[in-house]
C-alpha cells in the first residue's frame, strides 16, 4: 500500500514538475508547482517525517506559492479570460470547492482513528525534532534567525523605490 | 517499506528537471521556480535517508533547507522586481550590461 502511494505521488510530481517547465503561461507553472510541492508534502509523511509533510505544504505550498503568484500577477498584464470560459472556471471552482469541504469534513471525522504513518519509527517523531533542535542543533537553529533578518532586510532594500526614481 | 532506490531516483530526477529548467529557460520567475525545485530534490533526498537510517537528523537539515529556501525566495524576487523595474521584461537575454 505504501509503495503504491509512493509511486502515486512520486507520477503526480513528476508530472506536475514538467508540466511547469514547460508550460509557456507562468501562472499555469505556478500552479503545477503547487501541485508538485503538494504531493512532495505526502512523500514525505510516507517517509515517516510528518513535521516535515507539514512544514512543505505550509511553507512551500502555502507561502512560498502566495509570493511566486503576487509577483506574477502583479507582472503580467494580459488579458483576462473570456466570458464563456469564465463559465467553465466558476462550475469547477464550485465543484473543487464541494470535494475540498467533503475532504476536510471527512478528515475531521476520522482524525483520531487513523493511525499516523510515521508514528512506529521513535526516531523521527515531531517531538524528537523539537527537542534536538533547541538541544543539539541550538546555534544553527539560532543563527537561521540571523539568516532569516538578513534575508528580510535584503528584500526590503531591494524593492524599496530609490530616491528620484 | 519503501525502497531506497526509488527515493534516489526521484529525488535525482526532481533535482535534474530543475536544472535543466535553471538552464534552458529563460523566464527570470521560472529560473526561481526551478530553483526551489533543485532544493526540493536535494529535500527528498534527505527524508529518503532518514527513513532508511531511523534517524531525524535529515529531517532537521532539510528544514535548515526549507528556511534556507524561503529568505532565498524573499531575496530572488527583490531581484527579479528591481530588474522588472529596469528593463520591463522578465526574460534572461535583455541581461546583459552591466551599466546599471
Known amino acids: ?165 | 517499506m519503501i525502497p531506497i532506490n526509488a527515493v534516489f531516483g526521484l529525488g535525482l530526477l526532481i533535482f535534474f528537471i530543475g536544472l535543466f529548467g535553471v538552464l534552458f529557460r529563460k523566464n527570470l520567475v521560472i529560473m526561481l521556480m526551478s530553483l526551489e525545485l533543485l532544493l526540493n530534490g536535494v529535500n527528498v533526498l534527505l527524508a529518503g535517508l532518514s527513513y532508511h537510517m531511523r534517524s531525524p537528523r535529515g529531517s532537521i537539515f532539510a528544514i535548515f533547507i526549507i528556511i534556507m529556501a524561503v529568505s532565498e525566495a524573499a531575496v530572488g524576487f527583490g531581484l527579479v522586481l528591481s530588474y522588472f523595474r529596469q528593463k520591463k521584461t522578465y526574460d534572461m537575454d535583455e541581461f546583459n550590461e552591466l551599466k546599471g
Open chain 1, 1 to 165: 500500500m505504501a509503495i503504491l502511494l509512493f509511486f502515486l505521488f512520486a507520477a503526480f510530481a513528476v508530472g506536475s514538475v514538467l508540466g511547469m517547465i514547460i508550460s509557456r503561461n507562468q501562472a499555469y507553472s505556478a500552479l503545477f508547482l503547487v501541485v508538485a510541492f503538494a504531493s512532495l508534502g505526502g512523500l514525505f509523511g510516507l517517509l515517516g517525517a510528518p513535521f516535515m509533510a507539514v512544514v512543505q505544504i505550509i511553507i512551500y505550498a502555502g507561502a512560498i506559492m502566495v509570493l511566486f503568484i503576487f509577483v506574477i500577477m502583479m507582472i503580467h498584464l494580459g488579458e483576462g479570460i473570456s466570458a464563456e470560459k469564465k463559465k467553465w472556471t466558476i462550475a469547477a471552482a464550485v465543484f473543487m470547492g464541494i470535494i475540498l469541504l467533503a475532504e476536510i469534513v471527512f478528515a475531521v471525522k476520522g482524525a483520531p482513528a487513523v493511525p499516523m504513518a510515521g508514528q512506529e519509527m521513535a526516531g523521527t517523531s515531531p517531538t524528537e525534532i523539537g527537542r534536538l533542535l533547541f538541544t543539539k542543533y541550538l546555534y544553527p537553529f539560532e543563527i537561521t534567525s540571523i539568516l532569516i533578518i538578513a534575508a528580510l532586510v535584503g528584500a526590503v532594500v531591494l524593492i524599496k523605490k530609490r530616491e528620484g526614481e
